[in-house]
């Protein structure tokens, strides 16, 4: 059985898989930003092996905090799943200067797997990344990862998406000779709230109409579960259990060495993975 960093813990995805995780024998460390919230998942969860874990992605003074609280997931962790994510009918900023999907969606992820590396690595752990296939509806550019770009709220939330997978297709290419296995996840349409966090009056419509056409939640935990228990080594985005088309320029190496070199120098990193 695994010890697994799950984010997002508290609605929709997340919270199916977390069930899920824990039903199976799996300690979960899962994150949320409401204790209530937790507190609610913990009940559910009704065991010891769930470990509630206080942590705004919005802000890396809380993912510090968290992980300074919590240290022993630092070493322990076996499976690091990156799930959480949001969008925002308006531009919104971050206590960090950045634009809030941006720093949730995808600097986050950078983060929290270059903190989670060292462990990662020393017990031939996993990281898995919920990305979408939102990416295929836009094209990498500097200047939108720059944040230099109008806002739009479904563009943003395409764009970090596409992130996740060139990081996760990064790791695969530099670091996937090892035994740690990197995967990224399009979860399909899921029926969540997650269009109308943060929402206009007609996004919310809109997501509602959109969103009451997809699966429930526990729909994609299956793909979640093939990953973790067959680790397989031929492919890193996956849908519906089986391996899922992306953009081809996910595997450009350029485009992927300038969204490394945009996420550390944001997060003021070194080397990745290397924290002492
Ligand atoms: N639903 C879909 O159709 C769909 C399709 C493709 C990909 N996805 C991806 O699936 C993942 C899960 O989304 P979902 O549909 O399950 O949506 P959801 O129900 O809204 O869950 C998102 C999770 O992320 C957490 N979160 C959001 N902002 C956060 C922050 N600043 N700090 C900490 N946690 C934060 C939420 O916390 P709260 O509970 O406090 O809100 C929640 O636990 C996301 O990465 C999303 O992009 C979803």
């Known amino acids: 059985m695994a010890t697994i960093f799950l984010t997002g813990a508290t609605s929709g995805i997340g919270k199916a898989l977390c069930l899920r995780l824990i039903k199976d024998g799996h300690t979960v460390y899962g994150t949320g930003r409401s204790a209530e919230k937790l507190k609610a998942l913990s009940d559910a969860a009704g065991s010891t092996r769930f470990h509630p874990v206080t942590m705004n992605l919005a802000s890396f003074k809380s993912i510090d905090a968290a992980l300074s609280t919590h240290s022993n997931v630092l070493t322990t962790t076996d499976i690091l799943i990156n799930n959480a994510g949001a969008t925002s009918a308006d531009k919104q900023m971050t206590e960090d200067g950045f634009e809030m999907q941006l720093q949730v969606n995808h600097l986050a992820v950078v983060y929290l797997t270059h903190r989670f590396f060292k462990g990662l ?7 898995i990344t919920t990305s979408s296939d939102a990416h295929r509806r836009t094209h990498f550019k500097e200047k939108a990862l720059r944040d230099e770009t109008r806002y739009k709220i479904f563009k943003r939330y395409q764009e970090t998406k596409l992130y996740n997978l060139i990081f996760s297709y990064y790791l695969d290419r530099v670091y996937g000779k090892q035994p740690t296995r990197f995967y990224a996840v399009h979860p399909g349409l899921v029926k969540t709230d997650l269009g109308a966090k943060n929402a ?20 994609p935990v299956p ?51 290397e924290t002492e």
């Open 121 to 127: 690595k020393a017990n031939n752990g996993m990281v």
């Open 223 to 273: 793909t979640y579960l093939k990953l973790i228990n067959e680790r397989p080594a031929e492919y890193v985005y996956y849908a519906y259990e089986r391996p899922n088309h992306h953009l081809p320029e996910v595997e450009d190496e350029r485009i992927q060495e300038t969204l490394m070199t945009h996420a550390l120098d944001a997060l003021k990193i070194k080397t990745f993975g």
């Open 200 to 219: 206009s009056w007609f996004v919310d419509k809109m997501w509602k109409l959109f969103s009451a056409t997809g699966q429930p939640p526990e729909g």
